[in-house]
């Protein structure tokens, strides 16, 4: 069981490779592509597509069998094929697999990062100069309440009632 986790470790981490290795360039696929279909159908060599780059899963899942079932076959020279051998190569693809999905998963988010960092830096400078306004507003504000208290004197003004009497309503 032991053996399994770390394959299964090791299978995600070749999976990330993987998947960051054809985000980087598709050569192997273009010429898989351009040996397998006539002209009018190959790929353009602007297109990004790979083996599990951009791909759906279930073309993912058979790319990364075939590439195992490869491997397992050179490797059935060098020990025998039991129980053991399908459970590590079942959790070889698996680990594979849920590796590339990890790594698109992180390639999608730091992306995302690299987008609201403007944003989030313009915001963050706004906020700052918000904020020396308002301090700025505030202390004025102050200085202001003092100096209007100091110079307006109480005048004696009419009560409410003699107001209402003038006006005739009382």
Do not use: C, H
């Not at 790929?43 to 073309?59: A, E, I, P, R, W």
């Not at 100069?129 to 507003?137: H, L, Q, S, T, V």
């Not at 109480?154 to 005739?168: C, Q, T, W």
Request: net charge negative.
């Amino acid at each position: 069981m032991t053996i399994e986790i770390i394959i299964f470790i090791a299978a995600i981490l070749l999976g990330v490779v993987i998947y960051w290795r054809e985000s980087r360039g598709n050569k192997i696929y273009l010429f898989f592509n351009k040996i397998m279909n006539s002209k009018e159908l190959q790929m353009k060599d602007t297109d990004t597509k790979g083996f599990v780059f951009q791909q759906n899963f279930v073309l993912r899942f058979v790319y990364i069998a075939v590439l195992f079932l490869l491997g397992i076959l050179i490797v059935q020279f060098l020990i025998p094929i039991n129980y053991a051998t399908i459970s590590l190569f079942a959790s070889m693809i698996f680990g594979t697999l849920i590796g590339t999905y990890i790594a698109g998963a992180i390639f999608k988010s730091s992306e995302m990062i690299e987008e609201q960092t403007e944003s989030i830096e313009e915001k963050f400078n706004e906020v700052v100069e918000k904020g020396k306004d308002f301090i700025e507003d505030f202390q004025s504000k102050e200085t202001k309440d003092v100096e209007v208290t100091k110079e307006v004197p109480k005048v004696n003004e009419k009560s409410a009632r003699e107001r209402l009497k003038d006006k005739g309503l009382l």
